[in-house]
């Protein structure tokens, strides 16, 4: 089957550059340029690009720091660091752990790939995060996100303990354990097909009104109804008319139709938040049944 871009592993050995602090100038009336010496811009040791600007007391985890940090976790988990990616210009750095328990090696009898990622921003939004992307082999779609309760801020010293980095794969395992289950009860949800193409006209904010109206889409928004739509058939008819066919449906279009500079695994940017947005429509509909997914 014919992948994206951004379902093709791309790791690195190491990022390969650093984070730089520098004065940042602006330009008075006069035409001078004044440092502003109350912040500091980060940018990157091989291109200079700026990363991002903070006050000068602002104390950034530095790449070597990072990647030590993701060995350290690797050695506390088992689990094989398999290389590092960078996400918008190296503003997000990411390490890929692969996990090599039982646990999160399948889900309803499907095999799949998971990863424990490793994650730091350059760019102020997050800290230190963990986030798990899960890859089904049996047609490589793909899906991740941040796990909102391990994160760790930036300290001065970065002098972490092994602890915290035991206590981050104990996080990473409980929430795939709620997640197995999660995804359990979604296969025993039954739907009907006709309710299908409502799903995808809320995912792709298509006003089901207007259309009834006359309102002819767009041809962008035609064609991406009409990939949503194939994936959500395929998916539901291989794995059966329930809330697990149609997730698989929505993660199958964005690994395999949606176009996107996503990183690997949709763990960051507009992928993964559509396919957030159809677990949670997902969940919408199984309450709707007087089930309560989480």
Not at 217 to 243: C, F, P
Request: charged share 25%.
């Amino acid at each position: 089957m014919r992948t994206r871009n951004n379902s093709v592993k791309d790791f690195k050995e190491s990022l390969g550059w650093e984070v730089e602090r520098h004065t940042p100038f602006t330009q008075s009336q006069s035409g001078l340029y004044v440092p502003e010496d109350k912040y500091v811009a980060l940018k990157r040791s091989d291109t200079l690009e700026t990363l991002s600007l903070f006050r000068n007391s602002y104390t950034e985890t530095k790449n070597r720091t990072f990647e030590e940090h993701a060995r350290q976790l690797a050695d506390a988990s088992g689990y094989e660091l398999e290389g590092f990616a960078e996400f918008r210009g190296g503003t997000k750095v990411l390490a890929y752990l692969k996990a090599t328990d039982d646990l999160v090696h399948q889900y309803l009898g499907l095999k799949s790939e998971n990863y424990l990622v490793f994650g730091n921003s350059h760019d102020g939004t997050t800290p230190l995060f963990v986030g798990s992307v899960n890859i089904l082999l049996r047609c490589y779609n793909q899906w991740g996100r941040v796990m909102q309760g391990l994160k760790v801020r930036h300290t001065k010293n970065h002098n972490y303990k092994v602890d915290m980095f035991i206590d981050l794969v104990r996080g990473f395992r409980a929430e795939k354990e709620q997640e197995a289950i999660i995804f359990q009860k979604m296969s025993e949800i039954k739907i009907d097909r006709s309710i299908l193409d409502a799903l995808a006209n809320r995912l792709l904010n298509i006003d089901e009104k207007k259309i009834k109206e006359g309102d002819i889409l767009s041809s962008v928004t035609a064609r991406n109804k009409i990939s949503l739509m194939d994936s959500l058939n395929k998916e539901t008819s291989d794995l059966g008319m329930n809330l697990w066919g149609v997730f698989n449906g929505i993660t199958h279009y964005t690994t395999h139709s949606k176009t996107s500079t996503d990183t690997y695994g949709n763990l960051l940017g507009g992928n993964m938040k559509f396919n957030q947005q159809g677990l949670d429509l997902c969940m919408e509909v199984a309450q709707k049944q007087g089930i309560i997914l989480a």
